[in-house]
C-alpha cells in the first residue's frame, strides 16, 4: 500500500492546499468579499458548467464499466441517506436543523472531485469524474430538494411534483452542462472549432479559482454549535460514504479507475452551495456552514487512507 502513499499525498496536496490560500486571502482581507461573491456566481454559473460540458462530450459514454459505476454511486448515495435517517434520534435536533445534517451526509463538492480525479488519472479521470458528476448530481439534488420542501409543507400545502422537481434540477446549472455534453457526444454532432475553444478556455480557468474560493468560503467559527451532530454528519459523509462505495463496488465487481472515482466523489466534503441552497429553503443555515467547514478540514486527513484502500483494491498495478 505505500506505493500508493506519494502519489495520493502529492495529488491531494495542491488541492488543500488551494483551500489555505484562500482562506487566507479572505480572512486577510486581501480581496473585498464582493469579489468571492462574484467569483462563487461566475464559477457556478460559467466556469465549471463549460468543464462539465467539455469533460462529459469529450468522455467515452458507452464504456463496459459505466452502468456499474451508476448502480455503485446510486446505492452509496441512497445508502447513506437511509444511514443519517436511521442516526436522526441520536442528534436531537429540531427538523429544521437536522435537514442540514441529512444533506450533508450525501452532498459532495464536485469542484474537489474533479480535481482529485484529474490529479491520481491524469488519462481518464476527467471524463469518468464528469460521468459521476451525470450520476450524481440529479440524485442529491433530487433528494435535498425533497428534504428542504418537508420544511415548508404547512405552509405550502403540497411537496413539489415531478414535473416541478425536474424543473428545479434542470435550472442547475452543473447537471444542465452535464446532460448537453452527453447529448452533444452521443449524438457525434460537434461544435465550431471556434465555440469548442473558448469553452475549453473557460474549463481552464474553473478549477484553480474554484478550489481558492472553497477555502474562502469556510467558516470555522460556525463550528462551535452543534458538535455531536456536525460530529455525526462528518463521520457519514467522509467514512461511511466511501466504504459503502468501496463494498458496492466489490459486490458489482467493478475494478480499476472507474472504481477509485467512484470512491473519491464519495469521500469528498459536502459542496459549498449547499449553504446558499438550505438558506434559500429555510433550513439552517448556520448548521450547514459548520458543517461543510468541519468536513473541508477533516478530509485532509480522512480522502489520503480512504483512498489509499481503494488504490491498493482496485489498482494492483499501481497509479
Known amino acids: 500500500m505505500t506505493v500508493f502513499l506519494i502519489p495520493i499525498l502529492t495529488a491531494l496536496s495542491p488541492i488543500f492546499g488551494s483551500f489555505v490560500l484562500g482562506a487566507i486571502m479572505r480572512r486577510s482581507g486581501f480581496l473585498s468579499d464582493g469579489f468571492w461573491d462574484g467569483a462563487d456566481k461566475l464559477i457556478f454559473w460559467v466556469l465549471f458548467p463549460s468543464l462539465l460540458f467539455v469533460s462529459t462530450a469529450k468522455a467515452d459514454l458507452s464504456g463496459p464499466q459505466t452502468a456499474s459505476m451508476a448502480f455503485v454511486l446510486a446505492g452509496a448515495v441512497l445508502g447513506t441517506a437511509a444511514l443519517a435517517r436511521l442516526c436522526k434520534p441520536a442528534m436531537g435536533l429540531p427538523d429544521r436543523s437536522y435537514v442540514s445534517i441529512y444533506q450533508g451526509a450525501f452532498r459532495m463538492n464536485a469542484y474537489v472531485g474533479l480535481a482529485a480525479s484529474a490529479a491520481l488519472l491524469p488519462g481518464p479521470g476527467p471524463g469518468l469524474a464528469a460521468i459521476a458528476v451525470a450520476i450524481v448530481a440529479p ?38 452542462a452535464t446532460l448537453l455534453g452527453a447529448i452533444l457526444n452521443l449524438s457525434g454532432v460537434g461544435l465550431p472549432r471556434p465555440v469548442w475553444a473558448m469553452l475549453e478556455i473557460l474549463a481552464a480557468g474553473a478549477l484553480p479559482l474554484a478550489l481558492i474560493s ?106
Open 214 to 319: 472553497v477555502g474562502a468560503g469556510l467558516r470555522l467559527e460556525a463550528l462551535q454549535q452543534s458538535r455531536g451532530p456536525i460530529v455525526i454528519g462528518t463521520v457519514l459523509k467522509l467514512v461511511a460514504a466511501p466504504l459503502l462505495t468501496l463494498g458496492a463496488a466489490l459486490a458489482v465487481g467493478l475494478t480499476g479507475p472507474a472504481a477509485l472515482v467512484a470512491v473519491i466523489f464519495t469521500a469528498l466534503p459536502t459542496s459549498a452551495s449547499s449553504y446558499q441552497m438550505t438558506k434559500s429553503m429555510g433550513g439552517d443555515a448556520p448548521l450547514m456552514a459548520g458543517l461543510i467547514t468541519a468536513q473541508t478540514v477533516a478530509a485532509a486527513l480522512t480522502m489520503p487512507i480512504v483512498l489509499l484502500l481503494a488504490a491498493a483494491q482496485f489498482l494492483p498495478d499501481g497509479l
Open 139 to 176: 440524485l442529491i439534488n433530487g433528494l435535498g430538494v425533497l428534504a428542504l420542501s418537508n420544511l415548508n409543507t404547512e405552509k405550502k400545502g403540497e411537496r413539489p411534483s415531478a414535473p416541478q422537481l425536474a424543473a428545479v434540477l434542470l435550472k442547475n446549472p452543473l447537471i444542465a
